[in-house]
T-cell receptor, first 117, second 115 residues
Framework: DTGVSQNPRHKITKRGQNVTFRCDPI?????LYWYRQTLGQGPEFLTY????????KSRLLSDRFSAERPKGSFSTLEIQRTEQGDSAMYLC???????????????FGQGTRLTVV | AQSVAQPEDQVNVAEGNPLTVKCTYS??????LFWYVQYPNRGLQFLLK??????LVKGSYGFEAEFNKSQTSFHLKKPSALVSDSALYFC?????????????FGKGTRLSVIA
C-alpha cells in the first residue's frame, strides 16, 4: 500500500492522559498536513510541514498540541493532558508542492479516531 | 479569509437520476477548488479539482463540476446516480498559487442515493 498511513486507527484514553499519533505520508511527498474532524463538520486545519519544517499552525492548535516531523518523513501529533473536547478524528494528508504538479491535491489517510473518556 | 459554504446538509436522489451537490466559495484572490468524498470510517478521497482553464472539470467515478466565477460556485454533478455514490461530500478551496496555505473545507453534504 503506497497511500498515507495513520496509526493507531482508534484510541481511547482517559482525560488527562497524553496520546501520540503517527502519520506516514506517501514517500515522494514532502508536504504533510494534520487536520481534525468532529462529527458533522468538515476537516479543520491544524498544522503543516514542508520536509521537516513546520510552516504554519492554526489557532486551533493549543499549547497542549505538538507536532513533529524530525526527518522529513513520518510525523507525530501529540496531545498532552487530553480533554473530552479533544475527541475527534485526526486526519493526516500529504502532497507535493507546485512545480511538481501545480497545486496538487492532498491525499488523506484513514485517520485516527480519538475518544477521551 | 477564504471560506466554503455547502448549503445542503443532506441531498436525496433516486438511483439513475442526475445529482447535484452545491458549493459556493469566498476568497480574496483566484480560487483553487476541490471536491473530496468520505465513506464511513474512512479518510477523504480526492474526486476532482479546478485550477485554471476549462470551467467544466471531469473527475473520478463519473463526477464532474462546473466552476462559475460570477456566481462563485463549484457545484458537483453526476448525470446518473448510483447507490454506491452514497457518502459524505466535501468542497474545499485554497487561494494561493504557491500552495503554501492549506485547504479550507466546507461542512460537508451527505448524499443518499435510493434504489
Amino acid at each position: 500500500d503506497t497511500g498515507v498511513s495513520q496509526n493507531p486507527r482508534h484510541k481511547i484514553t482517559k482525560r488527562g492522559q497524553n496520546v501520540t499519533f503517527r502519520c506516514d505520508p506517501i514517500s515522494e511527498h514532502n508536504r504533510l498536513y494534520w487536520y481534525r474532524q468532529t462529527l458533522g463538520q468538515g476537516p479543520e486545519f491544524l498544522t503543516y510541514f514542508q520536509n521537516e519544517a513546520q510552516l504554519e499552525k492554526s489557532r486551533l492548535l493549543s499549547d497542549r498540541f505538538s507536532a513533529e516531523r524530525p526527518k522529513g518523513s513520518f510525523s507525530t501529533l501529540e496531545i498532552q493532558r487530553t480533554e473530552q473536547g479533544d475527541s475527534a478524528m485526526y486526519l493526516c494528508a500529504s502532497s507535493t508542492p507546485p512545480g511538481q504538479g501545480m497545486n496538487t491535491e492532498a491525499f488523506f489517510g484513514q485517520g485516527t479516531r480519538l475518544t477521551v473518556v | 479569509a477564504q471560506s466554503v459554504a455547502q448549503p445542503e446538509d443532506q441531498v436525496n436522489v433516486a438511483e439513475g437520476n442526475p445529482l447535484t451537490v452545491k458549493c459556493t466559495y469566498s476568497v480574496s484572490g483566484n480560487p483553487y477548488l476541490f471536491w473530496y468524498v468520505q465513506y464511513p470510517n474512512r479518510g477523504l478521497q480526492f474526486l476532482l479539482k479546478y485550477i485554471t482553464g476549462d470551467n467544466l472539470v471531469k473527475g473520478s467515478y463519473g463526477f464532474e463540476a462546473e466552476f462559475n466565477k460570477s456566481q462563485t460556485s463549484f457545484h458537483l454533478k453526476k448525470p446518473s446516480a448510483l447507490v454506491s455514490d452514497s457518502a459524505l461530500y466535501f468542497c474545499a478551496v485554497r487561494v494561493d498559487f504557491s500552495g503554501n496555505t492549506p485547504l479550507v473545507f466546507g461542512k460537508g453534504t451527505r448524499l443518499s442515493v435510493i434504489a
